[in-house]
């Protein structure tokens, strides 16, 4: 009976190591975790300024477009230059 108290004990020992890295690869610790999580939180800031960039690049794309003063008239060189009014 005692060799088998021992021997629960010691293989609860062993899972118990084995159950507190469960959740990360091979070879990572706590410290390459919050490496991974601040190389993520760098990426995703960088990510967003490039963002900003490029929002204010289109904004003053769209301020450089000209508008036309008057829409084009594919026709001005057929009609006369006044057409009458027809009325009934």
Not at 1 to 29: C, D, I, P, W, Y
Not at 58 to 75: C, I
């Amino acid at each position: 009976m005692k060799t088998f108290v021992v021997a629960t004990f010691a293989l609860l020992l062993l899972t118990g190591a084995a159950f507190s890295q469960q959740g990360r690869e091979a070879g990572e610790n706590a410290n390459t975790l919050a490496d991974k999580q601040d190389a993520d939180a760098y990426r995703a800031a960088q990510e967003e300024k490039k963002q900003k960039e490029l929002d204010s690049q289109y904004k003053a794309a769209l301020g450089r477009v000209k508008t036309p003063v008057a829409p084009p008239d594919p026709w001005a060189d057929v009609r006369s230059a006044k057409t009458p009014l027809l009325t009934a």
